[in-house]
């Protein structure tokens, strides 16, 4: 399995002969240029989509388009865009779970907010969540964009994931001794990559307050386009 940043909360997990890509932001990153776009979503089978902030969600409808992919997603969303947008989409909720071939998808609870801005105003977008990906004999938890919560206690004993996508940046999200404070207490991570910091001086720029409360994790910061081989 591999695992790539694509900046900010964005991920490519290449895994099982698929390639998820969660919450991509192209337009406008800070941290990826226009000339790593194509890279970045080359064979791209799913878009898995957390919560709609512009920052999530700028590029999920083009993006679904162009590659002619299904938006992976809270049921509720989903079924509005398949209706209005003429997107294939696969929306399941919760507790639930799918298969993409040989990867199972389980959406948990995250702690955050799910609105998107329309010409009178904001309006809901579903609710927001995280993902427990499992592949290849590995369990991937991709918190999305979270503060620390209770539901990490049983996220943590059901599904026992061996790593940890956890956002991290601070102001809108867990900072890093948030971070730090959940993976030791809810986890038994054996990797940990941080996301959601480093896009702009608003959040965190380094790991290094997590990299220091888990000495006997693995805490890898990511670099944009440089895989994770997990």
Request: charged share 20%.
């Amino acid at each position: 399995m591999n695992i790539i940043w694509l900046g900010h909360g964005s991920f490519r997990i290449e895994t099982a002969g698929q390639v998820l890509l969660i919450d991509p932001w192209l337009t406008g990153n800070p941290m990826l240029s226009a000339d790593q776009h194509a890279e970045a979503i080359t064979g791209a089978t799913h878009i898995l989509l957390t919560h709609t902030h512009f920052d999530h969600v700028a590029d999920v409808l083009g993006l679904a388009r162009q590659l002619n992919v299904p938006v992976v997603g809270q049921y509720d969303l989903m079924g509005y865009w398949a209706e209005k947008e003429g997107i294939d989409t696969i929306g399941f909720n919760k507790g639930g779970s799918v298969d993409l071939g040989d990867v199972a998808v389980s959406m948990v609870p995250a702690s955050h907010s799910s609105t998107f801005q329309m010409d009178d105003g904001l309006r809901t977008g579903g609710s927001e969540v995280g993902f427990v990906i499992q592949s290849e004999g590995k369990t991937v938890y991709v918190s999305g964009d979270t503060g620390i919560m209770a539901d990490m206690d049983w996220i943590g004993d059901f599904y026992k994931p061996d790593v940890g996508i956890l956002s991290a940046g601070g102001h809108f999200t867990m900072d890093m001794k948030g971070a730090a404070y959940a993976a030791k207490r809810y986890f038994n991570f054996k990797t940990v990559i941080p996301c959601h910091y480093r896009t702009f001086p608003l959040l965190e720029q380094n790991a290094e307050v997590l990299k220091d409360s888990l000495p006997n994790v693995s805490v890898i910061e990511p670099e944009v386009l440089v895989a994770i081989k997990v």
